[in-house]
Each structure stands twice: as structure tokens, then as C-alpha cells.
């Protein structure tokens, strides 16, 4: 079935880039989308990358697609504090009606 | 601001009790989805409707029910309440509801005590 995989913890100093991984299986996705949740609040979308796109570059965000290993990575540049949060990874199911998710990967950057 | 909105922000409630939670999309998307967000499951796709009708349905309990309305704001009615419903609940929209970008509310967190 459908999953997404990612790692769990990413751990930063402020000014490096930090770089999230994620795995898919359902190369069907039209798209392939980062989310960020901040500390007690929602889901915003980040970025996201047309899945015939090898990469997609957003101010300090850059996204790379693999399609041939089914590999998705968000890297941000020079990595702020207000940066640390949930980065989720996520497509979208077979039939295009849901989002499947990733565990999100929690980025914890120090000064 | 994603422009979807959600209702309440917080809710406490008792085992055994229903509860609705309200969401009103982004103006001009048709379709809505809803997310259960929890520590051992992570988020997990409910349900989906699309100008009024239900269009797909994913781990949703038969304890959870959901309408769409004809102004497209939708709720979320959860009965027989446990302590395992305690979630976050997120409301998203999309403008036609297929192979779509999301636009994700701010949720409701649920607790049952």
C-alpha cells in the first residue's frame, strides 16, 4: 500500500543547512508536498514539487525529487531557530482524494 | 493564514459524549477533507467531500460522521466518545478534490477525559 517514510529527528546549529528525507511508494502523485507545524499550531504548506520537476527552489528552500528511487528532500539554507518545527512529507493516495503522510521529522536547531 | 477556518479551537469532554466540530473552507474550494492527527497513529485521512456529497472515506470510525453543507462549511460529529478519540482535528481544503494541493486549518484539539 501507500506509505511515506521518513527520519524522526534532524539536529541543526543556526546558520548550516539543514537537509529532510523522505521515501514514497505511490509514484501516481501529481505532487509531492512539505508541510510545517510550529509548537501547538496547524499544518502549513511549505513547498511543493510537480512530480515531472527534479527540483524546485523557494527563497532558502530547495526540494529535490528522485523519481527513479522514490526520494524527496527539503533542504533550507542557512537555518534559522524559527525554523525548528515538524516537517512533514506527504503525496497523494492513488485516487488523488487524500494526503498520505510521514511520521514528520522534528528539526531542532540551536544557536 | 491558510484561510480555512475551524471551530472550536478547544474542546474538553467526557467518555460517552458527542461532540461537532465545525470548519468552513477556503472561498471558492469545493471540497474538504478531514484529519485525525494523534501520537501513535500520526495524521490519518477520515473522510472527504466534495460540493456536498461524500467522496472518500479512509480510517474514519462508525462512531464519526461527517456532512457537507450547500454553503460547503462542514462538521465533523464524533459520538460514544474514549479516551483514545483525544486528537488533534484538522479541516483542509482543496478547490475540485482530486490529485489537489491542501490548504490545512488550524484544527481542534480534542481531549477526552
Known amino acids: 500500500g501507500e506509505d511515506v517514510e521518513q527520519s524522526l529527528f534532524l539536529s541543526v546549529r543556526e546558520g548550516d543547512s539543514s537537509v529532510i528525507n523522505c521515501t514514497y511508494t505511490?509514484?501516481?502523485?501529481?505532487?509531492l508536498y512539505w508541510y510545517k507545524q510550529e509548537p501547538g499550531a496547524g499544518l502549513q504548506l511549505l513547498t511543493y514539487?510537480?512530480?515531472?520537476?527534479d527540483m524546485k527552489q523557494d527563497q532558502r528552500l530547495t526540494v529535490l525529487l528522485n523519481k527513479k528511487d522514490k526520494h524527496l528532500s527539503l533542504r533550507i539554507a542557512d537555518t534559522q531557530t524559527g525554523d525548528s518545527a515538524i516537517y512533514f512529507c506527504?503525496?497523494?493516495?492513488?485516487?488523488?482524494?487524500?494526503?498520505?503522510f510521514g511520521k514528520g521529522t522534528t528539526l531542532s536547531v540551536s544557536s | 493564514d491558510s484561510g480555512v477556518t475551524q471551530t472550536p479551537k478547544h474542546l474538553i469532554t467526557a467518555t460517552g459524549q458527542r461532540v461537532t466540530l465545525r470548519c468552513s473552507p477556503r472561498?471558492?474550494?469545493?471540497?474538504v477533507y478531514w484529519y485525525q492527527q494523534s501520537l501513535d497513529q500520526g495524521l490519518q485521512f477520515l473522510i472527504q467531500?466534495?460540493?456536498?456529497?461524500?467522496?472518500a472515506k479512509g480510517n474514519i470510525l462508525e462512531r464519526f460522521s461527517a456532512q457537507q453543507f450547500p454553503d460547503l462549511h462542514s462538521e465533523l460529529n464524533l459520538s460514544s466518545l474514549e479516551l483514545g478519540d483525544s486528537a488533534l482535528y484538522f479541516c483542509?481544503?482543496?478547490?475540485?478534490?482530486?490529485?489537489?494541493?491542501?490548504?490545512f486549518g488550524p484544527g481542534t484539539r480534542l481531549l477526552v477525559l
Open positions: 483542509a481544503s482543496s478547490l475540485s478534490g482530486i490529485g489537489e494541493t491542501q490548504y
Open positions: 467531500y466534495y460540493n456536498g456529497e461524500e467522496r
Open positions: 514539487i510537480f512530480s515531472n520537476m
Open positions: 472561498s471558492g474550494d469545493l471540497s
Open positions: 505511490d509514484s501516481s502523485s501529481t505532487y
Open positions: 506527504a503525496e497523494n493516495n492513488q485516487a488523488g482524494t487524500a494526503l498520505i
